[in-house]
């Protein structure tokens, strides 16, 4: 490793596991991990790993990623924090670093409905804003009023309005830009809290039923089909909902279910999720990953795009 031209900061530590920050569990490191709690930090941070020519990577809680390497050659940054704030009786500013079962939790004892659906996701709001998460037929592109950004170059801040995040099926403007999310204004709804508590626990209860938890993964691997892009013959064979459909057939199709390679697996509860059932290296799942792509295309013609970001180092 080469020589450091600047000190590491004091919340700067070297040479540190990533297996418990990524839900693959799988086996990494990287050199340096970053946990900030302020701007201040968090721009020092990308100024250290600029003056050190290190690559760095803005982690959430690692629910969709895939760390493809040994040992991250730079600086992971995590962002850790956690103040709400209350604008009005329609919006609440939320920062980026909250987990969103925990921003839930306050959800619910301030009685504000809309976010049910996130019961179970092992996210960031950060994360989930990046990716325009989604589930049970909701998106966070529906309860976003605004994102504030910091520019990686510029170290400036941004506030973007809903309809300028380019929200689509799991993307945003966020994904092409050099801005880091650091927080969401959000808009609330009352609610009845005895309401919300049941069709969260309804929710959460409908993956845990499943099997959802029992191993680790990363969720969804692949991102569903738009049904306009699938033959015609298969529209009506499958099951369409918000005009696509699920990723996970076309691999049940091919008959995938339980398919393993290592100690990876796709699973046998849902063919779009594969789990870590044995110590699975990331190659493992990396070659899962190819093997449905590829049989998916061969039988219908289809390319699956991957929903999980994989990290190549």
């Not at 995040?165 to 799991?170: D, E, G, L, M, N």
């Not at 009845?192 to 959460?204: C, D, F, L, V, W």
């Not at 509860?269 to 870590?276: G, K, L, P, W």
Request: glycine share 8%; hydrophobic share 40%.
């Amino acid at each position: 490793m080469a020589k450091l031209k600047t000190k590491i900061p004091d919340w700067i530590k070297k040479d540190v596991s990533l297996e418990q920050s990524n839900t693959f569990r799988i086996k990494t490191k990287t050199s340096y991990l970053a946990i900030v709690s302020n701007k201040k930090q968090l721009i020092k941070s990308l100024q250290w790993a600029k003056a050190n020519s290190l690559p760095f990577f803005i982690l959430g809680n690692g629910s969709n990623v895939l760390f493809a390497g040994k040992k991250y050659p730079g600086l992971i940054i995590r962002i850790r924090n956690n103040r709400i704030r209350k604008i009005d009786s329609q919006t609440i500013i939320v920062p980026a670093g909250i987990m969103l079962e925990l921003l839930l939790g306050k959800f619910i004892k301030m009685e504000y409905q809309e976010l049910e659906w996130v019961a179970g996701i092992p996210g960031t709001l950060g994360g989930a804003v990046y990716g325009n998460a989604g589930a049970f037929g909701n998106e966070m592109s529906q309860i976003v009023k605004k994102v504030k950004t910091i520019n990686t170059e510029t170290y400036k801040e941004k506030t973007y309005l809903s309809k300028d995040c380019q929200f689509k099926y799991r993307n945003s403007i966020f994904k092409k830009n050099k801005e880091i999310i650091w927080a969401v204004e959000i808009f609330i709804k009352k609610g009845k809290r005895e309401k919300i508590i049941e069709q969260a626990r309804e929710n959460r209860n409908y993956k845990t039923q499943r099997g959802l938890f029992k191993y680790p993964s990363a969720g969804s691997v692949f991102k569903n089909i738009y049904a306009k892009e699938v033959a015609e013959k298969y529209r009506k064979q499958a099951k369409i909902q918000g005009g696509k459909i699920s990723a996970g057939w076309f691999i049940d199709q091919c008959g995938l279910k339980g398919t393993k390679i290592g100690g990876a697996m796709i699973s046998d509860f849902h063919a779009n999720i594969i789990i870590n059932f044995n110590q699975a290296t990331a190659k493992n799942i990396l070659d899962l990953i190819s093997f449905c792509k590829e049989k998916v295309f061969k039988k219908f013609k289809i390319k699956l795009q991957e929903e999980v970001i994989v990290i190549h180092y």
